[in-house]
């Protein structure tokens, strides 16, 4: 733990979530529970600051952004090469939503929009085999909000839990390479205020608002696996 534990921001929460709570790092170290007990290290892949040596940081963090791949921006060509470096130098890692997104294309799969339609709420999980980052729970839902989806995986990944829209909410790239399609840092009141800020693109869609906003929950199960991933992989 002498070194850094590093959150690579790739966006912010809606405005309102944003306001309540702060930026996708400040969420995630809550959520973390005191898991984490060593120094943080916040870098924003979308500025030019150099991002560190994979050697000088115990693990890495990729939040969720409301950017989508098929952009093909600079700073998300950037953010590609360093997770492939990242996964090669086998440093623990873990992607959110979009960061999950972007380690499936980065180790050679595909991201495309979600063919079954955007994923948003609370929303059951099934887990297909036992992992250090989910642990048994019942009734287990996951907060989620997105648009894409991983939706060729790499070879050799393991996916280890699906949702009804989403075959891919959670997946083993390797031993150290993690990634989930869900938010376990957001609960039922970050959650709301994205149906809120969606409200209009998601009633086009035809889905109900109001039954959304009935179902949501604050997925304790899933908020976990921040923690377990630096008790079980970070610091193993």
């Not at 898991?35 to 693990?59: I, N, Q």
């Not at 979600?114 to 996951?142: A, M, W």
């Amino acid at each position: 733990m002498n070194k850094p534990l590093m959150v690579l921001v790739t966006g912010e929460p809606v405005p309102e979530a944003e306001r309540q709570r702060g930026p996708f790092a400040a969420m995630i170290r809550e959520a973390m529970d005191g898991a984490w007990a060593g120094d943080w290290m916040c870098c924003d892949l979308r500025s030019d600051e150099p991002l560190p040596d994979c050697g000088d940081v115990s693990g890495l963090i990729v939040t969720g952004s409301p950017e989508r791949l098929g952009d093909r921006t600079a700073w998300m060509l950037r953010g590609l090469d360093y997770l492939r470096h990242a996964h090669r130098a086998q440093l623990p890692t873990l992607g959110i939503c979009f960061g999950h997104q972007m380690l499936g294309e980065a180790l050679g799969g595909r991201v495309d929009p979600n063919p079954r339609g955007r994923e948003i709420g609370t929303v059951p999980i099934t887990t297909h085999s036992d992992n250090p980052l989910l642990e048994p729970d019942v009734p287990f839902t996951v907060n989620v909000s997105h648009l894409d989806s991983i939706v060729a995986l790499p070879r050799g990944a393991e996916v280890l839990a699906s949702t009804e829209r989403e075959p891919n909410a959670l997946v083993r790239f390797s031993s150290t390479t993690w990634g989930v399609q869900f938010h376990p840092e957001m609960d039922a009141a970050i959650v709301r205020e994205y149906i809120l800020a969606r409200a209009d693109a998601i009633d086009a869609e035809g889905q109900p608002v109001e039954g959304l906003l009935a179902d949501l929950g604050d997925a304790l199960a899933a908020r976990r696996v921040l923690g377990n991933f630096v008790r079980r992989v970070v610091l193993g």
